[in-house]
């Protein structure tokens, strides 16, 4: 038996340690899945059955296995997402400071703190703490790995996709005069044009090195069914802890992600509004600073994922906002507000609907003309809301 345990450098070739004879077996554990190109058979580990890590966290705490202190524990290892090396660590602390009951108060306000805490005493010979762990192994990245993953940390930690990224590359700020400017976009263009080959067309196998990287130290997991990427939910709230600037960042991913809906095609926005809402939900919690013409496009999303009331508040602030720069008599001050319109005749806000609605025809007519498209919705629209009056 030849046992490599943490075989975790995908910079090591282990082929050249490798025996070549036919008898024996090789046994080895690590986070690269790589190296499942030696492997007659491999097996994932994944985090641990509730029950196991329970009776982990409370022997790790060296506390009884009375009923009550299952009931506890059993909250505490879900919010430590049963991850094993977490549990430990939150044991150990358990069994020096004696917080069982209010272990999961502490960590809520002291998380970092917490899973950087080193224990003298543990039931395991592990040397480094979950953050530790996770800090090794984002040093090894490169600048755009590392930038990528921080990024993500804004987003849910699911769900996300290479497509938000290929449709954010698409997008040209001369096309949407009254979003953003290419200066205000300055950032997040600048990280997207470096997956964009010199032709000007996104390059997915640039995209696949990145997160390659991030898969090899397991920081990130790839669902092939999916087509998308999934962070521990710990480690997704550790990477935020990694970001210097903040609102920088927070920035560059509301205006990728905007960018992104305004390339998807109409056909396909209510599909791509499933798989966006968990990430919008997450930008916009807690912080409402985003571009106001972003509002329109999350507004947008949200009124084709039927959250209606949420995207009524965007529409209001992105009309608000078009009215003080653009005049209530711009093309793009009307067609926000023939939005805002359509959103209360769905919210079934039909006298609302209607005021709106005759301010937009009737000024759509005199600047566009009758016969103008935008014009002819206009008037459709504001029929079916007569129709309900």
Known sequence: MLLFDNADDPKINLHKFLPHCNHGNILITSRNPGLQVYAGSHFPVSDMEESDAVKLLLKSAAKEFTSSNQMIAA??????????????????????????????DLFKKNKARLLREQPTQSHSDYAWTVYTTWQISFDQLSKQAQTLLQLWSFLHHEGISEDIFSHASSYKPHSYPS???????CEPIKFISQFIDPAGVW??????????????????????????????????????????????YHHSMVSIVGMAIADIPQQDMQLSSLK????????????????????????????????????????????????????????????AMGN??????????????????????????????????????????????????
């Open 276 to 335: 966006l809402l968990p990430h919008i939900d997450s930008l916009l919690s807690g912080n409402e600073n985003i571009k106001p013409d972003f509002r329109y496009e999350y507004g947008n999303l949200y009124r084709w994922a039927d959250r209606l009331k949420d995207a009524e508040q965007l529409q209001l602030a992105v009309l608000e906002y078009r009215e003080g720069i653009l005049g209530d008599s711009h093309p793009d001050t009307l067609w």
């Open 203 to 248: 390059d997915s196998l640039h995209f696949i090195e990145a997160t390659t990287e991030m898969k090899s130290y397991s920081l990130v997991n790839f669902d092939p069914d999916k087509k998308s990427f999934s962070v521990h939910p710990l480690v997704h709230s550790w990477t935020r802890t990694t970001v210097t600037d903040t609102q920088s």
């Open 75 to 104: 909250e505490i290892v879900k919010t430590l997402w049963y991850l094993p090396l977490a549990i430990i660590q939150a044991g150990a602390f358990i069994s020096k400071s004696g917080t069982l009951g209010t272990y999961l």
């Open 179 to 185: 979003g953003p400017s290419e200066e205000e976009l």
């Open 340 to 389: 805002l319109a359509w959103t209360y005749y769905e919210l079934r806000q039909f006298k609302e609907a209607e005021q709106l609605g005759v301010v937009v025809l009737e000024k759509g007519r005199k600047i566009l003309g009758e016969d103008h498209p935008d014009t002819l919705l206009a008037m459709g629209n504001l029929a079916s809301t007569y129709h309900q009056l």
